[in-house]
Nanobody, 119 residues
């Protein structure tokens, strides 16, 4: 089991910045990848960014050039630096980590942190 705890959400004005953190209860290097998802009321949870153990990253198109995902294996923490925030970035952001060996994939989720972009 892996517990994930997000922090860093809050209210920010359009054009502002926030950094989300996700602290894991154990070594994240043992997981295949870490990611950030977001969800707005009435919609599904969408991938925002992911990072593998070797540092390869993927970003959702609308956040490319504005958001940066990174990881610190020594601290078992993943970050999401969000710049040039827009009102449409408002959502609950969830940290995710998954492991897939020979068996089925196992996903771990944090409790979510709310990001509100508004004047």
């Amino acid at each position: 089991q892996v517990q994930l705890v997000e922090s860093g959400g809050g209210l920010v004005q359009p054009g502002g910045s926030l950094t989300l953190s996700c602290a894991a209860s154990r070594n994240i290097a043992s997981l295949n990848a870490m990611a950030w998802y977001r969800q707005v009321p009435g919609k599904g949870r969408d991938l925002v960014a992911s990072i593998t153990g070797d540092g390869s990253t993927i970003y959702e198109d609308s956040v490319k050039g504005r958001f940066t995902i990174s990881r610190d294996n020594a601290k078992n923490t993943v970050y999401l630096q969000m710049n040039s925030l827009k009102p449409e970035d408002t959502a609950v952001y969830y940290c995710n980590g998954y492991y897939k060996g020979w068996g089925p994939r196992t996903d771990y989720w944090g409790q979510g942190t709310l990001v509100t972009v508004s004047k």
